[in-house]
């Protein structure tokens, strides 16, 4: 076995003062995949290899070493009463069953025994004998440790393309990370379940725990027809849903359950397509005021109230398989100003309308929950319409953590408290959520508000889905490809700065390296890569690119192919990647430039 494995020993000293233990040494291994174009290792899955996650994890290896090396590791499945391979190894394995075939396994590494108490995504990755573990306490953990492998392990030639053994062991920091899908808008609501299916594969990858689905107006509410397959706008449509029936919506609560995303359904308190509709915008139902907006509901109105509470319970009765329901509250509209609305609570600033909208919440909740006791909810919080209005805010903190959790969705770090003054987020909720539109920003934007997030105990970050309206990207397919340039970037970083809130700009950086390089690539390829991302955003626009900017399109092509000749496999597959955003951009670019002619 010496040509497989290298034995690399690296001494640590362990702060016996303050542990109680004696100097120790670690032992590292660096696992062979490949040799003269052939392969000398293989991939075991405990179990079963046609599992969704366990195919997607094992394609994150397999697939990977395929691209760099054009060669296929053999995959063997290994049931409860097998025994592991005698034989060099990536072994992909939950932590129960690990413990079926090789209880000794568990506890050979300090990193798979802390596995047994992590978060269901968290995992281990240890080198054990001739062995590398990656393990969990779910199947979803073991997809993360397996992308997190092909990402940052994997490396070298192609003749020789090797795996560092290094133990890992990672858990998300932020608890919440769920992704936004905004299914009303443009050509959004055309995508089918396979689809949206495609698109959870990609929200798995990129470390998100749950999807905020927008299902109202793809209802086929039998109670308010009107806000099935409806128009409230241009662009604000399902008319053309193609998810339009029980079946389909259940095949896309599917398609996020087999990649271990849990799945809200989504819409809005009496806004947008679906329930902007709900009471055919009968007088007195809908906001009064300055702001007033025809499809916007009054949340003090009984009609409106019974009407909500009663198509919110007949969709989860319907599809009572989904985890949760996420409603965005509708304070986008303004506030309303009739009589009731309008009403002063305290001498602060709070008015009844604040009050309406959020016992309408928990009385939605509430009746949900009376049949379906598993559902969670989620709500919108931080607009201006509550910047002065502390009894709102007693609400949210009355409510509890229980089964509620809060998108905010204005940039909002505190809120009014009881005496006015505003107060840190987390006081009010253990449950707050940071949300924007990451792939509208610079990546050091989204550095900075993971590290704010942290520092200031906020529960996730929230990311968004939504080419339909905006992307960031010139790209319109169905399914939005989430392989390409910008996406692809936007999500790795978000999934970096959601597990890990403290990095600084530089590390993750460092991280961009090896994921799309590796870690002997020129620094300067990441600037690149970023740079070349805020293009593509910029390109995205429907004015074309300055002269400066096309120039510094052409500088980084002609980066990109003097680099290729020396690039490995790994960083050949980065600058492919980039090669193919440079020509893209290039050709969208020549098409606005014609049409301007």
């Known amino acids: 076995m010496n040509h497989v494995w290298r034995l690399r020993w690296s001494f640590h000293l362990i702060a016996a003062a303050l542990f109680g233990c004696v100097p120790a040494f670690a032992v590292a291994f660096e696992l062979q995949l490949t040799a003269s174009n052939q392969p000398v290792c293989s991939v075991v899955v405990m179990n079963n290899t046609n599992a ?87 199947l979803r953990g073991v997809q993360n440790g397996a992308v997190y492998l092909a990402d940052f392990l994997i490396d070298g030639d192609a003749s020789r393309l090797t795996v560092r053994g290094d133990s890992v062991f990672r858990e998300p920091k932020m608890k919440g990370r769920p992704a936004y899908t905004l299914t009303i808008w443009g050509n959004e609501a055309e995508y089918t379940a396979a689809d949206w299916g495609n698109i959870f594969q990609a929200f798995a990858r990129d470390g998100v725990d749950r999807v905020y689905f927008w299902t109202s107006g793809h209802f086929p509410s039998k109670k308010f027809p009107q806000t099935y397959k409806c128009v409230n706008g241009e662009w604000d449509t399902t008319v053309n849903s193609r998810i339009g029936s029980l079946a389909d919506l259940r095949a896309v609560i599917q398609h996020a359950h087999d990649l271990g995303l849990k799945f809200y359904h989504g819409g809005g308190l009496g806004g947008w397509c679906g329930t902007g509709l709900i009471t055919n915008k009968k007088p007195g139902t809908m906001k009064t005021g300055p702001k007033e907006a025809p499809w916007s509901l009054c949340p003090s109105n009984p009609e409106s109230r019974a009407a909500l509470i009663d198509y919110y319970t007949e969709m989860f009765d319907a599809l009572p398989e989904a985890d949760g329901l996420y409603i965005e509250l509708g304070e986008e509209f303004g506030e309303c100003l009739c009589a009731k609305c309008a009403k002063p609570v305290d001498k602060l600033g709070s008015k009844q309308f604040g009050q309406s909208i959020l016992t309408l919440a928990r009385e939605i909740a509430d009746r949900i929950r009376r049949k379906h006791s598993h559902a969670k909810f989620a709500f919108t919080i931080g607009y201006d319409e509550h910047a002065h209005d502390p009894a709102f805010h007693r609400l949210v903190r009355e409510m509890g953590d229980d089964y509620y959790e809060w998108m905010e969705a204005r940039g909002r770090w505190e809120f009014a408290g009881l005496d006015g003054k505003e107060l840190p987020a987390a006081t009010f909720s253990k449950h707050v959520m940071k949300w924007k539109q990451w792939y509208n920003s610079p990546l050091d934007t989204l550095v900075s508000e993971a590290n704010r997030a942290a520092r200031s105990d906020f529960y996730g970050l929230i990311t ?134």
């Not at 090396?69 to 391979?85: A, I, K, N, Y």
């Not at 060099?88 to 798979?112: M, Q, R, Y």
């Not at 889905?465 to 936007?490: M, N, Q, R």
Request: positive net charge; aromatic residues 8%; charged residues 25%.
């Open 52 to 138: 969704p996650l366990a195919k997607r994890a094992v394609e994150s290896i397999v697939g990977s070493v395929k691209r760099w090396s054009g060669v296929e590791l053999p995959v063997q499945e290994v049931r409860g009463d097998g025994q592991l391979p005698k034989r060099p190894c990536i072994v992909l394995a939950t932590f129960d069953g690990l413990n079926a075939v090789s209880a000794k396994a568990l506890g050979a590494s300090p990193e798979i025994g802390r596995v047994r108490t992590a978060d269901e995504h968290a995992f281990a990755i240890a080198s054990v004998e001739d062995k590398l573990l990656v393990v969990s306490r779910s």
């Open 464 to 597: 968004s889905f939504e080419p339909g309206f905006a992307s960031g990207s010139f790209y319109k397919t169905i399914p939005f490809p989430t392989d390409f340039l910008p996406y692809v970037l936007t999500g790795f970083a978000y999934r970096e700065m959601s597990w890990e809130p403290t990095l600084s700009l530089a590390e993750l950086k460092q991280r961009v390296r090896q994921k799309f390089f590796g870690n002997d690539a020129s620094p300067q390829l990441v600037e690149e890569l970023l740079s070349l991302r805020e293009l593509m955003r910029q390109s995205a626009s429907k004015k074309p690119l300055s002269s400066a900017r096309r120039k510094e399109l052409t500088r980084i092509a002609n980066l990109v192919e003097s680099a290729r000749p020396a690039a490995n496999p790994k960083a050949r597959d980065g600058l492919e990647l980039m090669r193919r955003a440079i020509a893209d951009t290039q050709s969208f670019e020549s098409e606005k430039t014609g049409r301007a002619k």
